[in-house]
């Protein structure tokens, strides 16, 4: 590039920047060749944004159609500079305007701004001949004024930078004539080829830069002799339409021209004129015929039209011009292309309907119908597409959405354009939800019940609960924890434990059935989000029976160093009902049932126990010579594997007046309690006189009523409450005390250590009265001997 020319470049340089905005869009107009990183405008200016909006706001420039990208955006500053060396002639050949459209987009909120780049031309070619040399034939026949024509220089530049002026040098023969389409050589005076057979003059082409350029040819005019006639084009402009993507060889237009002469100098050739190379690749012409064909596919997206020029030559060399232009009809052989510019993956659960969550963006290459496209997505996803600005869609949401019921969304977009037939295409979208710790940790049961042994060992397993979260990751993650609370008074974790990670509830300590026999404890599952949420669920924790107790023996029970005795008649039947042993389990269940065994006795075949009521019958009528002193011997079992089993002794006396036992005459008794014997043997007087009478009326009775008699002792035996522990109240749960006793209590009489009690049983199988005796054991040692000589439990009962 020569000096004056650089100094014209920077001349334009410093006229542009003008730009304007209308309807979004921004123009700026600079000069080609400029350097890259040439600075062209500022975009913050003139949208009027501060420069740091533009970073913030991810301002981007786009080439509308895809094409080439030929600025770039400085966010610090503003600036927008070219991102290569422009050549206006390399993208716009020779049209008037040039002019590059980019866009830019700004998001949130969305802004899209075309602009619209003008290149400005510089004066940077010169004016160009096809040759270097032009033949022309001129036959000598030729009249002053006859006009040949000329091809005209080319330049690649436009406007006042194009061939302004064109100069023919000097000669005596030929002046310059310049038409609005040509440039002719005008015959000023005759030749005569006997005095000039050949002329050479020099034709200048000039543009109208500052400093101008120039080209030369050199006219090599040769003087023949008769063909006075150039051929002839039926017209001066030829126009055809041409469909792109048109296959080769296919025929575009023919032209024609025709010359007045005969013979060799009628003869007419066609030939391309001076067209750029790259066009004339394109098409080829019959040099014959003036046919012109496609040589190669043309595509109205790269070019939507061409000029060619062509000659028609006769044989003698007179050649005349004819212009071809040829227009590129549009084909929709372009497919929508779809680009995703924004994108926010992954999608919050929580978001609310109608959330942007990309932008898209469509291009078709095509024009007009082919150009409109209308965009959809499939019809099963939560989500749509709403038109924004030129070609721009928002991809937001249509419903709620929940990570647990689908985590993943392959979205397809469809690009439809409006061609016949129409053209396609689409995109698929990979989505992501990510979580929200929206679900609390749900148990996979409402309740659980679990069931152990009493004496179970610290830490043993009770039973596991599980809860499912269907969240992710630590919003997924359970932990459980014993809520707190008491059990019997004390805190629910001294009972039991669970593992916060499995949810396995274990046993703290041992536990007594007769103590506690079930109790409940709150279980929390809570999950690791933020916040966490919990939900609770109820374990009722049931302890089952061990046979660990004995049998316990209420009645006959000891009582201190006195025994007790039981006064068994004389006439007592068989199966009269003497006494009853009572004892009770604390244990439950068939763990608590008891059964009686007689281990021993002192005449095994008078009494016998009842297995399952304790009851002591007569197995038959007391004779004379039954012992008056029985000793019984009553084991009792429960039915727990393996069993176990309590034993007591029972004495019996067989008589009907205590006066008969002889033991009770050497009773002796202590000179400071001799006033309260005597009282206590008067009692004792008026009470067996009393009982004596009470006898004979009985005798009586029964006499009386032989036919139905009655058994001795046959019912229900009373204890008094005394004999019950209070866990024994109510044993109709689980204890073995089962029928109610009552006592009818008279006024004792005796010695100072003797009761005798009168009782009067309620049922009418038994004698109306009966006695009791109770004595200390020293004093009935040799009345009612073991084997040892000790007194084991002994309890006297009627």
């Known amino acids: 590039m020569t000096i004056p020319r650089f100094l014209h470049s920077c001349a334009l340089f410093s006229m542009l920047f003008s730009f304007h905005r209308a309807r979004g869009d921004i123009s700026f107009s600079f000069p080609e060749e400029m350097k890259r990183g040439s600075v062209i405008g500022n975009i913050a200016k003139a949208l009027g944004l501060e420069t740091s909006q533009l970073s913030a706001r991810k301002a981007r420039i786009d080439t509308e159609g895809g094409g080439n990208r030929f600025c ?159 051929p002839v084009f039926s017209q001066a402009v030829y126009k055809a339409s041409l469909p792109e993507n048109s296959p080769i060889d296919t025929v575009v237009l023919t032209v024609n021209a025709t010359d007045a002469d005969e013979g060799l100098n009628g003869d007419v050739i066609y030939d391309f004129g001076h067209i750029s190379e790259d066009v004339k690749s394109k098409f080829t012409i019959d040099h014959k015929t003036g046919e012109i064909q496609l040589a190669t596919t043309v595509d109205f997206e790269t070019a939507s039209s061409f000029e060619l020029r062509v000659t028609a030559k006769d044989g003698l060399g007179l050649t005349s011009y004819a212009k071809v232009i040829i227009d590129v009809t549009d084909v929709n052989d372009n497919a929508p292309v779809i680009h995703l510019k924004s994108l926010t993956n992954p999608v919050p659960e929580d978001v609310s309907p109608g959330t942007e969550v990309g932008i898209v963006n469509v291009q078709d290459r095509d024009s007009e119908n082919n150009r409109q496209v209308r965009c959809s997505i499939q019809q099963n996803v939560p989500f749509k597409l709403v038109p924004s600005i030129k070609n721009y869609y928002s991809l937001v949401t249509t419903g709620q959405l929940d990570r647990e019921v689908v985590s993943d969304y392959n979205i397809t977009i469809t690009a439809t354009d409006e061609g016949s037939p129409p053209l396609s295409s689409s995109k698929s979208v990979q989505l992501s939800v990510a979580d929200i710790n929206d679900n609390p940790p749900v148990f996979e049961e409402q309740s659980y019940s679990a069931y152990v042994s009493e004496n179970n060992k610290p830490g043993s397993t009770l039973c596991s609960v599980t809860a499912r979260d269907p969240d992710w990751r630590q919003n997924g993650t359970v932990i459980y924890s014993v809520l707190a609370g008491e059990v019997n008074g004390a805190p629910v974790s001294s009972y039991v434990s669970v593992n916060g990670d499995t949810g396995v509830i274990h046993a703290v300590r041992s536990f007594d059935h007769e103590q506690l026999r079930s109790f409940k404890v709150h279980v929390t599952a809570r999950d690791n989000g933020s916040p966490p949420l919990s939900s609770n669920v109820t374990v009722s924790v049931f302890i089952s029976d061990v046979n660990d107790n004995c049998p316990q023996i209420l009645y006959p029970a000891p009582e201190g160093s006195s025994f007790m005795t039981e006064l068994v008649p004389k006439a007592a039947n068989g199966g009269s009902v003497v006494s009853k042993v009572i004892a009770v389990d604390a244990d439950s269940g068939q763990n608590a049932w008891l059964s009686y065994h007689i281990v021993k006795s002192t005449d095994p075949g008078l009494f016998t126990i009842g297995l399952h009521n304790g009851e002591i019958r007569t197995q038959r009528d007391i004779s004379e010579s039954d012992s008056m002193k029985q000793n019984l011997i009553v084991s009792v079992e429960d039915n727990g594997q393996p069993s176990l089993s309590a034993t007591c002794s029972m004495y019996l006396l067989i008589s009907d007046n205590l006066a008969e036992v002889p033991e009770l005459k050497d009773i002796s008794f202590d000179e400071k309690d001799s006033k309260l014997t005597s009282y206590l043997i008067i009692a004792l007087v008026c009470v067996s006189t009393f009982f004596l009478t009470f006898i004979i009326i009985i005798l009586g009775v029964r006499f009386c009523h032989r036919r139905k008699p009655r058994l001795l002792f046959d019912g229900a035996v009373a204890i008094p409450g005394a004999y019950l522990p209070p866990n024994y109240a109510d044993v109709d749960g689980t204890g073995t005390l089962r029928s109610a006793y009552n006592y009818d209590a008279y006024l004792t009489t005796g010695s100072r250590t003797s009761d005798f009690k009168f009782v009067t049983s309620y049922n009418d199988n038994t004698l109306p009265a009966d006695q009791t005796l109770r004595k200390s054991p020293t004093d009935f040692a040799d009345v009612f001997g073991d084997g040892d000589g000790s007194p084991e439990q002994h309890v006297s009962l009627s």
């Open 72 to 230: 770039d955006l400085n966010l610090y500053n503003g600036d927008l500079t070219a991102a290569e060396r422009i050549d206006r002639e390399g993208l716009c050949g020779d049209k008037a305007a040039c002019v590059l459209k980019q866009e830019l987009m700004l998001e949130s909120p969305l802004e899209l701004h075309r602009i619209n780049l003008h290149i400005q031309d510089v004066n940077d070619n010169s004016p160009r001949f096809k040759k270097e040399l032009m033949n022309i034939d001129i036959s000598e026949l030729a009249d002053k004024g006859a006009r040949f024509p000329m091809e005209e220089a080319h330049d690649a530049d436009i406007g006042k930078y194009s061939v302004q002026t064109y100069n023919l040098q000097s000669n005596d023969n030929f002046i310059l004539g310049v038409g609005t389409n040509s440039v002719e050589l005008l015959l000023n005076k005759e030749l005569d080829r006997e005095n000039v057979k050949e002329i050479n003059l020099l034709l200048t082409a000039v543009d109208g830069g500052s400093p101008r350029r120039s080209g030369t040819v050199v006219i090599h005019v040769t003087v023949l002799d008769a063909n006075d006639n150039v």
